[in-house]
Protein backbone atom coordinates (compact mmCIF):
# COMPACT_ATOMS: atom_id res chain seq x y z
CA UNK A 1 0.00 0.00 0.00
CA UNK A 2 0.93 3.54 -0.53
CA UNK A 3 2.03 4.07 2.86
CA UNK A 4 4.27 1.05 3.32
CA UNK A 5 7.79 2.55 3.25
CA UNK A 6 7.62 4.02 6.34
CA UNK A 7 7.04 0.92 8.43
CA UNK A 8 9.60 -0.93 6.61
CA UNK A 9 12.31 1.49 6.98
CA UNK A 10 11.91 1.29 10.82
CA UNK A 11 14.64 -0.37 13.37
CA UNK A 12 13.83 -3.20 15.69
CA UNK A 13 12.61 -1.78 19.59
CA UNK A 14 15.45 -1.86 21.80
CA UNK A 15 13.58 -3.44 24.94
CA UNK A 16 11.91 -5.91 23.43
CA UNK A 17 13.56 -7.53 19.89
CA UNK A 18 16.56 -9.09 22.38
CA UNK A 19 14.16 -11.35 24.28
CA UNK A 20 12.72 -14.37 22.25
CA UNK A 21 9.77 -14.95 24.89
CA UNK A 22 8.15 -11.86 25.01
CA UNK A 23 4.34 -13.00 25.90
CA UNK A 24 1.48 -12.60 23.94
CA UNK A 25 -1.84 -14.05 24.86
CA UNK A 26 -2.97 -13.46 29.04
CA UNK A 27 -5.09 -15.08 31.27
CA UNK A 28 -9.09 -13.51 30.76
CA UNK A 29 -12.35 -14.19 31.76
CA UNK A 30 -14.55 -17.12 30.39
CA UNK A 31 -14.93 -15.77 27.26
CA UNK A 32 -11.33 -14.33 26.63
CA UNK A 33 -8.97 -17.35 27.40
CA UNK A 34 -5.53 -18.15 27.30
CA UNK A 35 -3.82 -19.42 24.21
CA UNK A 36 0.23 -20.02 23.58
CA UNK A 37 2.33 -19.25 20.28
CA UNK A 38 4.58 -21.72 18.04
CA UNK A 39 7.04 -20.94 15.43
CA UNK A 40 6.50 -20.94 12.03
CA UNK A 41 8.20 -22.90 9.92
CA UNK A 42 9.99 -21.74 6.35
CA UNK A 43 7.05 -22.75 4.03
CA UNK A 44 3.91 -24.47 4.15
CA UNK A 45 2.59 -27.65 2.26
CA UNK A 46 -0.64 -26.88 0.38
CA UNK A 47 -2.24 -30.15 1.89
CA UNK A 48 -1.62 -29.01 5.59
CA UNK A 49 -3.53 -27.68 8.55
CA UNK A 50 -4.86 -24.48 9.43
CA UNK A 51 -1.31 -22.44 10.28
CA UNK A 52 -0.04 -22.08 13.14
CA UNK A 53 1.31 -18.80 14.92
CA UNK A 54 4.83 -18.13 15.31
CA UNK A 55 6.55 -16.49 18.07
CA UNK A 56 7.18 -12.95 17.29
CA UNK A 57 9.56 -9.78 17.89
CA UNK A 58 8.85 -6.55 18.06
CA UNK A 59 9.27 -4.00 15.03
CA UNK A 60 9.72 -0.39 16.43
CA UNK A 61 9.53 1.63 19.40
CA UNK A 62 5.53 2.98 19.92
CA UNK A 63 3.91 5.03 22.91
CA UNK A 64 0.08 5.25 23.29
CA UNK A 65 -2.71 5.17 25.69
CA UNK A 66 -3.34 1.37 27.08
CA UNK A 67 -6.70 -0.21 25.48
CA UNK A 68 -9.33 0.77 28.37
CA UNK A 69 -7.82 4.07 28.67
CA UNK A 70 -8.76 8.20 27.77
CA UNK A 71 -7.79 8.31 24.06
CA UNK A 72 -5.29 10.74 23.53
CA UNK A 73 -4.54 12.63 20.25
CA UNK A 74 -1.64 10.70 18.86
CA UNK A 75 -3.70 7.84 18.93
CA UNK A 76 -6.76 8.78 17.15
CA UNK A 77 -6.95 6.68 14.44
CA UNK A 78 -8.20 3.84 16.48
CA UNK A 79 -11.54 3.87 16.36
CA UNK A 80 -13.02 2.23 19.91
CA UNK A 81 -16.27 1.03 18.83
CA UNK A 82 -19.06 0.08 22.11
CA UNK A 83 -21.21 -2.23 20.24
CA UNK A 84 -22.54 -4.52 17.24
CA UNK A 85 -23.77 -1.69 15.56
CA UNK A 86 -20.96 0.64 16.16
CA UNK A 87 -18.47 -2.10 14.50
CA UNK A 88 -20.87 -2.64 11.27
CA UNK A 89 -21.20 0.70 11.05
CA UNK A 90 -17.45 1.05 10.65
CA UNK A 91 -17.22 -1.95 9.03
CA UNK A 92 -19.88 -0.85 6.49
CA UNK A 93 -17.93 2.87 5.82
CA UNK A 94 -14.65 1.69 5.10
CA UNK A 95 -15.92 -0.02 2.07
CA UNK A 96 -13.12 -2.25 0.62
CA UNK A 97 -10.37 -0.70 2.88
CA UNK A 98 -8.61 -3.34 4.97
CA UNK A 99 -9.97 -2.75 8.24
CA UNK A 100 -7.81 -4.40 11.27
CA UNK A 101 -9.85 -5.04 14.45
CA UNK A 102 -7.74 -5.36 18.01
CA UNK A 103 -10.58 -7.25 20.44
CA UNK A 104 -8.58 -6.59 23.90
CA UNK A 105 -9.21 -6.55 27.62
CA UNK A 106 -8.41 -4.28 30.51
CA UNK A 107 -7.16 -6.49 32.73
CA UNK A 108 -4.52 -7.71 30.11
CA UNK A 109 -1.24 -6.75 30.23
CA UNK A 110 -0.19 -8.18 26.51
CA UNK A 111 -3.28 -6.04 25.09
CA UNK A 112 -1.67 -3.20 26.74
CA UNK A 113 2.07 -4.16 25.20
CA UNK A 114 0.52 -4.58 21.82
CA UNK A 115 -1.88 -2.28 21.57
CA UNK A 116 0.67 0.72 21.01
CA UNK A 117 2.26 -1.06 18.05
CA UNK A 118 -1.18 -0.88 16.57
CA UNK A 119 -1.58 2.49 17.44
CA UNK A 120 1.95 3.06 15.91
CA UNK A 121 0.64 1.23 12.52
CA UNK A 122 -2.72 3.31 12.02
CA UNK A 123 -0.21 6.58 12.00
CA UNK A 124 1.51 5.25 9.35
CA UNK A 125 -0.80 3.20 7.43
CA UNK A 126 -3.17 5.91 6.20
CA UNK A 127 -5.26 3.96 3.72
CA UNK A 128 -6.16 1.28 6.76
CA UNK A 129 -8.71 1.63 9.44
CA UNK A 130 -8.39 0.43 12.72
CA UNK A 131 -10.92 -0.42 15.59
CA UNK A 132 -10.44 -1.20 18.75
CA UNK A 133 -13.06 -3.71 20.82
CA UNK A 134 -13.00 -3.83 24.82
CA UNK A 135 -14.56 -7.03 25.45
CA UNK A 136 -15.16 -6.71 28.89
CA UNK A 137 -16.05 -3.44 28.53
CA UNK A 138 -19.83 -3.77 28.79
CA UNK A 139 -22.55 -6.40 27.82
CA UNK A 140 -22.76 -5.13 24.46
CA UNK A 141 -19.37 -5.52 23.81
CA UNK A 142 -19.08 -9.02 25.28
CA UNK A 143 -22.09 -9.90 22.72
CA UNK A 144 -19.86 -8.39 20.02
CA UNK A 145 -17.46 -10.94 20.90
CA UNK A 146 -19.74 -14.32 21.26
CA UNK A 147 -20.87 -12.69 17.74
CA UNK A 148 -17.24 -13.03 16.49
CA UNK A 149 -16.09 -15.92 18.27
CA UNK A 150 -13.62 -14.16 19.78
CA UNK A 151 -12.58 -16.04 23.62
CA UNK A 152 -8.77 -15.42 23.67
CA UNK A 153 -7.24 -11.99 23.89
CA UNK A 154 -5.66 -10.02 22.52
CA UNK A 155 -6.80 -11.12 19.12
CA UNK A 156 -6.83 -9.73 15.21
CA UNK A 157 -9.44 -9.54 12.80
CA UNK A 158 -9.04 -8.26 9.06
CA UNK A 159 -11.96 -7.35 7.42
CA UNK A 160 -12.63 -6.08 3.65
CA UNK A 161 -15.98 -5.38 2.44
CA UNK A 162 -17.48 -6.91 5.69
CA UNK A 163 -15.99 -10.00 5.04
CA UNK A 164 -13.63 -11.20 7.45
CA UNK A 165 -10.67 -12.22 5.98
CA UNK A 166 -7.97 -13.62 8.52
CA UNK A 167 -7.51 -13.44 12.43
CA UNK A 168 -4.63 -13.96 14.39
CA UNK A 169 -3.92 -14.86 18.17
CA UNK A 170 -0.52 -15.01 19.88
CA UNK A 171 1.02 -12.70 17.57
CA UNK A 172 3.58 -9.78 18.25
CA UNK A 173 4.61 -6.33 16.69
CA UNK A 174 6.30 -8.09 13.90
CA UNK A 175 3.69 -10.54 12.58
CA UNK A 176 0.97 -8.21 12.83
CA UNK A 177 2.80 -4.94 10.23
CA UNK A 178 3.38 -8.12 8.57
CA UNK A 179 -0.21 -8.51 8.22
CA UNK A 180 -1.19 -5.53 7.53
CA UNK A 181 1.10 -5.12 4.69
CA UNK A 182 0.01 -8.57 3.37
CA UNK A 183 -3.59 -8.25 3.43
CA UNK A 184 -3.74 -4.32 2.68
CA UNK A 185 -0.92 -3.92 0.48
CA UNK A 186 -3.15 -2.26 -2.37
CA UNK A 187 -1.02 0.46 -3.74
CA UNK A 188 2.91 -0.84 -4.03
CA UNK A 189 5.36 -1.39 -6.53
CA UNK A 190 4.21 -5.53 -6.34
CA UNK A 191 1.63 -6.58 -9.11
CA UNK A 192 -1.96 -8.28 -7.49
CA UNK A 193 -2.69 -10.69 -9.87
CA UNK A 194 -6.30 -12.20 -9.43
CA UNK A 195 -6.13 -15.45 -12.43
CA UNK A 196 -4.14 -17.05 -14.98
CA UNK A 197 -5.00 -14.45 -17.19
CA UNK A 198 -3.43 -11.94 -15.30
CA UNK A 199 -0.18 -14.09 -15.18
CA UNK A 200 0.01 -14.52 -18.87
CA UNK A 201 -0.71 -11.00 -19.52
CA UNK A 202 1.75 -9.77 -17.22
CA UNK A 203 4.49 -12.40 -18.47
CA UNK A 204 3.34 -11.09 -22.70
CA UNK A 205 3.97 -7.53 -21.48
CA UNK A 206 7.44 -7.91 -20.24
CA UNK A 207 8.76 -10.62 -23.07
CA UNK A 208 10.30 -8.00 -24.99
CA UNK A 209 11.94 -5.69 -22.46
CA UNK A 210 14.42 -8.35 -20.55
CA UNK A 211 13.42 -8.05 -16.96
CA UNK A 212 13.24 -10.88 -14.83
CA UNK A 213 9.65 -11.40 -13.12
CA UNK A 214 9.25 -13.03 -9.77
CA UNK A 215 5.95 -14.63 -8.79
CA UNK A 216 5.12 -15.07 -5.79
CA UNK A 217 2.76 -17.64 -4.94
CA UNK A 218 1.33 -17.97 -1.70
CA UNK A 219 -2.12 -18.71 0.08
CA UNK A 220 -4.14 -16.03 2.27
CA UNK A 221 -3.72 -18.03 5.49
CA UNK A 222 0.24 -18.75 5.16
CA UNK A 223 2.01 -17.89 7.96
CA UNK A 224 5.82 -18.26 5.62
CA UNK A 225 3.90 -16.06 3.06
CA UNK A 226 3.17 -13.19 5.31
CA UNK A 227 6.67 -13.42 6.82
CA UNK A 228 8.58 -12.84 3.64
CA UNK A 229 6.10 -10.41 2.26
CA UNK A 230 7.67 -7.37 3.54
CA UNK A 231 11.39 -8.30 1.85
CA UNK A 232 9.11 -8.94 -1.32
CA UNK A 233 7.79 -5.09 -0.97
CA UNK A 234 11.19 -3.89 -0.25
CA UNK A 235 12.84 -5.21 -3.10
CA UNK A 236 10.20 -4.46 -5.78
CA UNK A 237 11.23 -0.98 -4.76
CA UNK A 238 15.32 -1.49 -4.75
CA UNK A 239 14.99 -3.32 -7.98
CA UNK A 240 12.47 -1.36 -9.91
CA UNK A 241 14.47 -1.39 -12.93
CA UNK A 242 15.40 -4.59 -13.63
CA UNK A 243 12.81 -6.84 -11.75
CA UNK A 244 8.56 -6.96 -11.96
CA UNK A 245 7.44 -8.38 -8.70
CA UNK A 246 3.53 -10.07 -8.81
CA UNK A 247 2.03 -12.39 -6.28
CA UNK A 248 -0.75 -14.73 -6.43
CA UNK A 249 -2.44 -16.20 -3.73
CA UNK A 250 -3.38 -19.68 -5.14
CA UNK A 251 -6.87 -19.96 -3.06
CA UNK A 252 -8.29 -16.96 -4.02
CA UNK A 253 -10.11 -18.46 -6.90
CA UNK A 254 -10.36 -21.66 -9.14
CA UNK A 255 -8.29 -19.93 -11.77
CA UNK A 256 -5.58 -19.63 -9.22
CA UNK A 257 -5.93 -22.59 -7.79
CA UNK A 258 -5.71 -24.05 -11.33
CA UNK A 259 -2.70 -22.34 -11.81
CA UNK A 260 -0.54 -23.71 -8.88
CA UNK A 261 -1.16 -26.82 -10.27
CA UNK A 262 -0.62 -26.38 -13.70
CA UNK A 263 3.16 -25.14 -11.95
CA UNK A 264 3.34 -28.28 -9.86
CA UNK A 265 3.09 -25.81 -7.08
CA UNK A 266 3.15 -28.07 -3.57
CA UNK A 267 4.60 -25.75 -0.67
CA UNK A 268 4.17 -22.30 -0.61
CA UNK A 269 5.54 -19.38 -0.50
CA UNK A 270 6.93 -20.47 -3.56
CA UNK A 271 8.46 -17.75 -6.49
CA UNK A 272 8.32 -18.84 -9.55
CA UNK A 273 11.73 -16.72 -11.89
CA UNK A 274 10.21 -15.93 -15.62
CA UNK A 275 12.27 -14.03 -18.03
CA UNK A 276 11.41 -13.96 -21.98
CA UNK A 277 8.27 -15.97 -21.69
CA UNK A 278 9.86 -19.11 -19.63
CA UNK A 279 9.83 -20.28 -16.36
CA UNK A 280 14.05 -20.42 -15.94
CA UNK A 281 13.33 -21.27 -11.96
CA UNK A 282 11.76 -21.59 -8.44
CA UNK A 283 12.71 -21.13 -4.86
CA UNK A 284 10.68 -22.38 -2.19
CA UNK A 285 10.67 -20.73 0.97
CA UNK A 286 10.78 -17.85 2.92
CA UNK A 287 14.00 -17.28 4.13
CA UNK A 288 15.57 -13.25 2.94
CA UNK A 289 19.14 -14.22 2.50
CA UNK A 290 17.98 -16.53 0.24
CA UNK A 291 15.21 -15.43 -2.01
CA UNK A 292 17.78 -12.41 -2.55
CA UNK A 293 20.42 -14.68 -3.48
CA UNK A 294 18.20 -16.28 -6.07
CA UNK A 295 16.62 -13.49 -7.29
CA UNK A 296 20.70 -12.41 -7.98
CA UNK A 297 21.47 -15.78 -9.71
CA UNK A 298 19.03 -15.46 -12.08
CA UNK A 299 20.01 -11.76 -12.75
CA UNK A 300 23.73 -13.04 -13.76
CA UNK A 301 25.05 -12.04 -10.63
CA UNK A 302 27.31 -15.35 -9.43
CA UNK A 303 26.34 -15.83 -5.49
CA UNK A 304 28.14 -17.85 -3.02
CA UNK A 305 26.45 -19.82 -0.33
Known amino acids: MASTANILSRPPHPSLSSNPNFPIVTSSPSFLQTTTSSRTPDCRPLSSAPWKRERSFAISRATAASPGATAKPKDERVKKVHSAEEFD ?9 LVVVEYAASHSANSKKIYPFMVDLSRTCGDVDFLLVMGDESEKTRELC ?14 KSMEKIHEEEAIGPDRLMGDVLYYGDNHSAVEQLHSREDVEKLIEAHKADGKLLVLDVGLKHCGPCVKVYPTVIKLSRKMADTVVFARMNGDENESCMDFLRDMEVVEVPTFLFIRDGEIRGRYVGSGKGELIGEILRYQGVRVTY
Request: aromatic share 14%; glycine share 0%; no cysteine.
Open 89 to 97: EALKAAKNR
Open 146 to 159: RREKVNKVPHFSFY
